[in-house]
């Protein structure tokens, strides 16, 4: 069965300093994977994904998240936090049916909060 | 381009109440997710539709749960009857190429 662990439920970092949001999954077949962000009282929307090639994936909001699959990571980076970075980022994966995406697996969410 | 739609956003209700949920996706996305949402939670999967057919509705509690699709557009998520445990932010997803896309919740508070 597929799972996904955020490694810390709250990070704060200063305004200006780099982000890191850790996932690790674990999977029986190679993953898609994502990343999310959900600020107050809205819905999810989509950072970036991998589904194949490129190992770094870019995303928007200067985001990106390298696949590591000999750590079984995906973890979320930017290189300068911003106030409007602070919102709760959740990591899913997803089984790669030759092509189709199979059901989303999400982690518990790690809340990021930018300091002035 | 609309994005998904939900209603209501919030509702409160008594416990045994019944409560319904409404959704309406993207033009043109033939595949539908309903999640449910705990406070600290990421979104846990309840059932998928492609196009009218529910593909997927294995971890939908099937004793008060009741989804449907009619015409494979929109959709309704019912809860009879509601119990404490049922208080979360349910949300509704469509995808189109391997991409989902979700509304912005209804957030049900069961007293």
């Known amino acids: 069965a597929q799972s996904v662990t955020q490694l810390g439920s709250h990070v704060s970092v200063s305004e200006g300093a780099l982000v890191l949001l850790r996932c690790n999954y674990s999977s029986s077949v190679p993953p898609y994977l994502f990343w999310y962000v959900q600020y107050p009282n809205q819905g999810l929307q989509l950072l970036l994904k991998?589904?194949?090639?490129?190992?770094l994936v870019k995303g928007i909001n200067g985001f990106e998240a390298e696949f590591k699959k000999s750590e079984t990571s995906f973890h979320l980076t930017k290189p300068s936090a911003h106030m409007s970075d602070a919102a709760e980022y959740f990591c899913?994966?997803?089984?790669?049916?030759?092509?189709?995406?199979?059901?989303?697996?999400f982690g518990k969410g790690t809340k990021l909060s930018v300091k002035p | 381009e609309a994005g998904v739609v939900q209603s209501p956003r919030y509702k409160i209700i008594e416990k045994k109440q019944p409560v319904a949920f409404w959704c309406n996706p993207i033009?043109?996305?033939?595949?539908l997710y309903w999640y449910r949402q705990n406070l600290g939670q990421g979104p846990e999967l309840l059932i998928r539709?492609?196009?009218?057919?529910?593909?997927?509705d294995s971890q939908l509690p099937k004793d008060r749960f009741s989804a449907e699709r009619l015409k494979g557009v929109d959709s309704t998520l019912k809860i009879q009857p509601a119990e404490l445990g049922d208080s979360a932010v349910y949300l509704c997803?469509?995808?189109?190429?391997?991409?989902?896309?979700f509304g912005p919740g209804t957030r049900l508070t069961v007293l």
């Open positions: 033009s043109g996305h033939n595949t």
């Open positions: 997803a469509s995808s189109i190429n391997n991409e989902q896309f």
């Open positions: 899913a994966v997803s089984e790669n049916y030759g092509g189709s995406q199979g059901n989303l697996i």
């Open positions: 991998y589904t194949t090639g490129a190992t």
């Open positions: 539709y492609e196009n009218e057919e529910a593909v997927d």
